[in-house]
């Protein structure tokens, strides 16, 4: 008999908590006066929307991100943006809070960090 798998997606809890995560971050980035700017959109529901959508996908959950936006090209998308280490690092605070209250298993929790901690690093493209 096939053994059955289970994505880590499914086994967060899927989309209800990718979308608990996303909402605590972006609560904490519409308040912060370094990440705020970097949002050209007044309205946070779309760059939610994107990075819930985007999570998902790479987390195995629905292709729903490529299919309306195509490749994530990461860095390309964020290139017009300066991204500097400080902003890293309030990203990286107001995204901790998303998966604290998502209340992941301290295994799930490290590699939704591990993962974090890696793109924001990757996106960095400025210095201070």
Known sequence: MGRVTTSFYESIGGL????RIVDVFYEGVADDDLLRPLYPEQDLGPAAERLTLFLAQYWG?????SE?????????RHAPFAVTP??????LK??????DAAELTPEQDQQFWAYATHAAQFLVNSPE
């Open 94 to 99: 107001h995204f901790r809070a998303g998966l």
């Open 61 to 65: 959950g629905p292709t729903t991100y």
């Open 16 to 19: 209800e908590t990718i979308r």
């Open 86 to 91: 400080s902003a890293r690092d309030r990203w």
């Open 68 to 76: 309306q936006r195509g490749h994530p090209r990461l860095r390309i």
